[in-house]
């Protein structure tokens, strides 16, 4: 059964730092194109971060470009989100999503385009 657990979410005060993880079971994760994802409270959800299953070509929002980085460790089947200078609107609850499909890059974005969700974690940024 195809598995994912999103963590390490918390409270942090504004320029401050998480790593969020994501944590495969069930399939290899270096197999499947991984997506961040968030949801702020009222607001559709958007995508954060991905990381292309073909080329591991990692691909940020514009919004999120030079504060948010995804990698993975394929021996421990998990994907991270290393998130910097965290702003207050950056609260939401994260949410790592896998598909094995490829992807062109105009669809990493698309929620349709994931099979696999995990429940999300929170992150609240708030001074």
């Known amino acids: 059964e195809v598995q994912l657990q999103a963590s390490g979410g918390g409270e942090v005060q504004p320029g401050g730092s998480l790593r969020l993880s994501c944590a495969a079971s069930g399939f290899t994760s270096r197999d499947y194109t991984i997506g961040w994802f968030r949801q702020a409270p009222g607001k559709e959800r958007e995508g954060v971060s991905f990381l292309r299953n073909a080329d591991n070509k990692r691909v940020n929002a514009d919004s999120v470009k030079g504060r948010f980085t995804i990698s993975r460790d394929n021996a421990k089947s998990t994907v991270y989100l290393q998130i910097n200078n965290l702003q207050p609107e950056d609260t939401a609850v994260y949410f790592c999503?896998?598909?094995?499909?490829?992807?062109?890059?105009?669809?990493?974005?698309?929620?349709?385009?994931?099979?696999?969700w995990g429940r999300g974690t929170l992150v609240t940024v708030s001074s």
């Open positions: 999503a896998a598909t094995k499909r490829s992807l062109i890059l105009s669809s990493l974005r698309a929620i349709g385009s994931y099979d696999y």
